[in-house]
């Protein structure tokens, strides 16, 4: 029997009704599930429209079918770069050439590194590519001579791919939720990282939550899984993971009057709990943690899908332990406040000794930290720098007020006494082992020496100094120009600027000068809002 005759037999014997009844289009419409995309690849028109018509109203746990079609090796091939969450892919072996599919199916695997989607060759000539060594040399699924392939065996099959499918997708999302959090768990509590760590978390709640709708793959916004973790701390939070439509608000405050209504109803349900606990309420999961350290404090955590109690326990268990590392994260953050605001108090004395204001501090610190991540330290050593910043004067707390405090210039001798200034600073910080007074021992000790080896107390010429410390020399003299000092009166930003320019390579570093004036709107910002 012909293949063109197996496919006009079934057809005509094709008895079973898959009706797309009001009632079918009605249950469609209201699940959250996508469809599975099927790419059907054949050579033969007929079997496009057959295979399309036994799937026809074919459904799998709520989710149905949405095919693809391609008509040679080539044309298969870009529709699996295109689409790349295809579920199935039911393959013709011989299409332009007597091995079309096999080539396909070596791309997909070796070239693509594609492992989800599930294959099923169909063959009209399986004396071309004998079933055994087929299923031996090639990862296929399944093998079917079309003249064997009946409207029961499609549908099992088809089954038994899709599950198979699912449950790959699953245990990917696994192993990626839990590579994010393992290359998050060497820096925990950066905030960067610390932010990756709960998208990890949440990736792997979704997974062992295991609802339907996040067993596939897929790209239209609408049907992911949208979840949130914040820290809620008194009256004031902040989001610090999200998926789907909240990934956007990463790293925001949470703002009640912009949030959608239905999470303003959730939050609102927080509101009325006073302990831990994690509930299913109207179809979605919430997580509550009260801080272990703080009884003001509380974690959520949202995951917006369909009730399924089936791995609750799990999920309670994964989430306690991850409740330990969110109050650890806290309880540094909060160290990391204390150590600022003990650092700026430090400072300020300092400042407020020499008549300048602490704001000059402030100003110099953000300025530093734009300079820094400009240049391209990342946003964790920028920071770094930017808080050591403020530190670069403290040695002044050595230097007597007859001449700290002298109106007039200074002479000669005057001169080498202040600049001493500089190896007080360093040697206050320097046995230091932690890393933000390691970095502020040496922006103390070199932030007055200049490009061109003129300045002091080494007289360090070009790539000798430090790059943080060249930063903070650019933008402590910067805004130090821009402010009223007992030895002078403030100078006009055109006179602050084309002094910078002019000293471009001799004081200054040229690629600090060149970011300056790249970003001086932005500096300019910063002066504004921290005005004396």
Partial sequence: MQEKDVIELNEQNLNIDFGESDVIEEKKKSYRNPSYKILISDDDEEIHKMTKLVLKGFQMEGASLEFLDAYSAKETIKVLQNHRDVAIILLDVVMEEDDSGLKVVKYMREVMKNNITRIILRTGQPGVAPEERIIVDYEIDDYKCKADLTIQKLISTMYVCLRAHKNIRALNRHKEGLHRVINASHDLFTYHSFSEFLNGMLQQVIALYDVNVDSFYVRDEKYTVDGMAFIKIMDSGKVLAGTGKYEDMIGEPLNLEKCPPDLCKLITYFETIDESELVIREGDFLGIYKQNSDRMVKNYIILETEANNDNIDLIKLFLSNFSLAIDNFTL????????????????????????????????????????????????????????????????????????????????ADEFEYIKTHTVIGYNIFKDSQLPLLHMAAKI??????????????????????????????????????????????????????????????????????????????????IIQEFLD
């Avoid at 600022?340 to 407020?352: A, D, P, T």
């Avoid at 130090?480 to 570093?509: C, H, N």
Wanted: hydrophobic share 35%; glycine share 6%; with cysteine.
């Fill in 444 to 525: 103390a000790l070199y932030h007055h020496e200049r490009y061109d080896g003129k300045g002091y107390p080494e007289g360090l010429r070009g790539g000798e100094i430090p790059k943080e410390c060249e930063i903070v020399a650019v933008a402590d003299v910067f805004d130090a120009l821009l402010s009223k000092r007992p030895y002078k009166d403030k100078w006009p930003l055109e006179e602050v600027t084309r002094y910078i320019m002019e000293e471009r390579g001799k004081q200054f570093a040229p690629d600090v000068v060149d970011i300056l004036f790249e970003n001086i709107k932005e500096i300019q910002d």
């Fill in 332 to 411: 540094n953050m909060n160290v990391n406040e204390t150590q600022n605001e003990i650092i700026y108090r430090i400072s300020e004395v300092v400042e407020n000794r020499c008549d300048s204001t602490a704001n000059h501090l402030r100003r110099v610190s953000n300025i530093t930290k734009l300079l820094s991540e400009k240049i391209g330290f990342d946003k964790e050593l920028a920071d770094l720098i930017s808080r050591a910043s403020v530190m670069h004067d403290v040695g002044k707390i050595g230097i007597s007020d007859a001449i700290l405090l002298k109106p007039g210039k200074l002479n």
